[in-house]
Every structure is written in structure tokens, then in C-alpha cells.
């Protein structure tokens, strides 16, 4: 873990992130209520401190920050689906064409 997140700025940072928007962002787009723990990142800071604490973030649940939103950052699409069983992301291969 990166020395920044242990800061009591960060730790407000986060605070009022999780207050601000307290619910999952990925899940509320597939219609699901789930309470976010982690104020994260949408663009990676890459160890860019700027970045890092002027960076635009959103709230999400542990376990997909660690699966889904790590899966999107590795291979540029998200993978996640909809009711008629089609990705919604309109980078996924099955639209584009290109496998990764």
C-alpha cells in the first residue's frame, strides 16, 4: 500500500467521497444497490501525486475494485452484461472486433 492512503487527508478524502456518493457506482449502472467501502481512482494515478489528490473518484464495493474495475483496467473494456446477456461496454471485442 502506497504511503498516501495511510494520510488523515486522504482518510478525509475518502470520507467524503463514500458521503458524497455512498453507493456502488458500477452496480447502480446495472441496477443494483450495494454500499461502497472504497473511494477510488477513475483514472489511475500511476504514482503521479497530482493525480493522485486531484484525481476524479468514485465509490465502490471491495471486492469488485479488486476484480471488475481491475479487469477493465488490464484489458480496456469491462466485461460485466446486460439482462440479454450483451456486454454493455461498447470497447468489449464482441463490438470491436479486437481480442486482446
Known amino acids: ?29 446495472d441496477g443494483k444497490v450495494v454500499a461502497a467501502t472504497v473511494a477510488d481512482h477513475i483514472e489511475p494515478w500511476n504514482g503521479d501525486v ?8 468514485q465509490s465502490l464495493c471491495a471486492h469488485c475494485h479488486e476484480s471488475r474495475k481491475k479487469f477493465r483496467e488490464r484489458h480496456g473494456y469491462d ?14 471485442p464482441v463490438y470491436t472486433g479486437v481480442v486482446k
Do not use: S
Open 79 to 92: 466485461r460485466g452484461c446486460g439482462p440479454d446477456g450483451l456486454p454493455l461496454d461498447p470497447r468489449h
Open 1 to 29: 500500500m502506497y504511503p498516501l492512503y495511510g494520510t488523515r487527508k486522504w482518510r478525509n478524502r475518502r470520507a467524503q467521497q463514500l458521503r458524497i456518493e455512498p453507493l456502488w457506482r458500477l452496480c447502480l449502472v
Open 50 to 57: 497530482n493525480k493522485f489528490w486531484l484525481g476524479e473518484l
